[in-house]
Nanobody
Framework: QVQLVESGGGLVQPGGSLRLSCAASGRTFSNYAMGWFRQAPGKEREFVARINTSGASTYYADSVKGRFTISRDNAKNTGNLQMNSLKPEDTAVYYC???????????????????WGQGTQVTVSS
C-alpha cells in the first residue's frame, strides 16, 4: 500500500514553468513505478509520463516530450514532474500514480496503476 499527495500546481503564464511534486508514504516507494496523468474539463484522462522504480527509464507522451521531465528521489519518497514551456493546452488537473513492479497493466493507461493522488490544478493562461 502507498499513499500519494500531489502539490505544486497553480496559475502560470504561457511559456512559464511549474514543478509538481508527489509525496509518497506507506510501503517502500522504490518498489513502485510512477506515472503522471492529466485531465482537462470535458476530456478523458491522458497519460503524461512514467518512470521506473530506479529512475533509469523514462517515457513521455508526444505532447509533452522535450518540455516535461519526470524524476524521482527514492531516498525522499518523492516523485516530481518539471514542466517547462507551458502552453494553454497543458491546463488540466494533474495526478500522480504508482504501481508495484508486479503489475501487468500498461504503463501508459490509467488502468495500469493501483494508487492515485488527489490531483493538483495547473492553469496556463495570460
Amino acid at each position: 500500500q502507498v499513499q500519494l499527495v500531489e502539490s505544486g500546481g497553480g496559475l502560470v503564464q504561457p511559456g512559464g514553468s511549474l514543478r509538481l511534486s508527489c509525496a509518497a508514504s506507506g510501503r517502500t516507494f522504490s518498489n513502485y513505478a510512477m506515472g503522471w496523468f492529466r485531465q482537462a474539463p470535458g476530456k478523458e484522462r491522458e497519460f503524461v509520463a512514467r518512470i521506473n522504480t530506479s529512475g533509469a527509464s523514462t517515457y513521455y507522451a508526444d505532447s509533452v516530450k522535450g518540455r516535461f521531465t519526470i524524476s524521482r528521489d527514492n531516498a525522499k519518497n518523492t516523485g516530481n514532474l518539471q514542466m517547462n514551456s507551458l502552453k494553454p493546452e497543458d491546463t488540466a488537473v494533474y495526478y500522480c500514480a504508482a504501481r508495484p513492479i508486479t503489475s501487468i497493466g500498461s504503463y501508459y493507461h490509467e488502468r495500469g496503476y493501483d494508487y492515485w493522488g488527489q490531483g493538483t490544478q495547473v492553469t496556463v493562461s495570460s
